[in-house]
């Protein structure tokens, strides 16, 4: 069973010194550990461990160190958090555009166009899901069913698809039908070429979003999602054939910062994912840029490089 009590601040810092965490500041780590928890940012310093069974440290394992990297994983959250906003944002449109133009302003709830009944009906769901919380707080939501009493359909897709999560829309996407023209015709626009790569850009990033939306560490994750890479993108990609991350690399966060910046040049070509990514890393100089599976001279391969 369980055994062991809840400890104090106090108790906290002198056990980490005692294994060999260097605090020189012990004031500024109480204040740290009085608003960070203590589990949480030993996901910080579980890698500077040398001996993880008895938590000992390796030489020269300081706090401060520690407290840099969970500063960078805060500022990169946010950083991708922006980004996948403009992602989501302009995903959400083209479904909502592409597919009431091509089916009609409720195709989201038409069976017939998706491949999987199962996920549909679980997708849909959740939508509903999504659309009724919204009912009591979005006034678009809240005027609709009050204007249109008599209509028992959801509302339509432009209005109802804002309430939907980036997770959700990915999904609808992913489990259309491949005769569906919309399918193609966004992933064209994204620079995908067709419907075979974009799903799974999709659900990884999606994913991602979900972990910068709960504060979870990105920092030396390994991420379970797989992508599928293009062979020839059309657009400005990773020419140096070295760079290009191998399947066994998809674990780590590079490659999907990869394809959310491939995706972004056709949102916004002339975008500051590069300087901002950059600045980061001269920010926090003891930040390990392999740990998110960085390559060599990253920022010079023409997808990353400034115009």
Known sequence: MFSKKATTIQEQIAQLQKRGLEITNVPLAEKYLANISYYRLGEYWYVMQEDKEKHSFKPNSRFIDVVALYNFDAELRLLLFDVIEKIEISLRTKLIYQLSHEIDPWWFANASIFIDTLQFT?????????????????????????????????????????????????????????????????????????????????????????????HSRLWNRNLP???????????????????????????????????????????????????????????????????????????????????
């Open 225 to 307: 999602s797989t992508v599928k890479l293009l062979p020839n993108p059309p657009n400005h990609w990773i020419t140096d054939d070295a760079n290009v991350p191998k399947q066994h690399e998809f674990s780590k966060l590079y490659v999907h910062m990869c394809l959310m910046k491939y995706l972004l040049d056709t949102i916004h070509p002339n975008n500051q994912f590069t300087i901002r990514l950059n600045d980061l890393f001269v920010k926090y100089p003891n930040v390990d840029p392999y740990a998110l599976g960085m390559k060599p001279n990253w920022e010079r391969e023409p997808l990353w490089k400034i115009n």
């Open 122 to 214: 679980r997708t849909l769901a959740k939508i509903e899901e999504e659309i009724t919380r919204a009912r009591s707080k979005d006034v678009t939501i809240k005027n609709h069913y009050k204007k249109h009493k008599d209509d028992l359909r959801f509302p339509p897709s432009w209005k109802s698809l804002e309430q939907v999560s980036f997770g959700n829309l990915s999904k609808l996407y992913g489990n259309l039908i491949h005769t569906v023209k919309a399918k193609d015709g966004i992933a064209q626009e994204f620079g995908a070429v067709n419907h075979t790569y974009l799903p799974s850009w999709l659900q990884s990033i999606a994913q991602i979003r979900n972990f910068c939306a709960h």
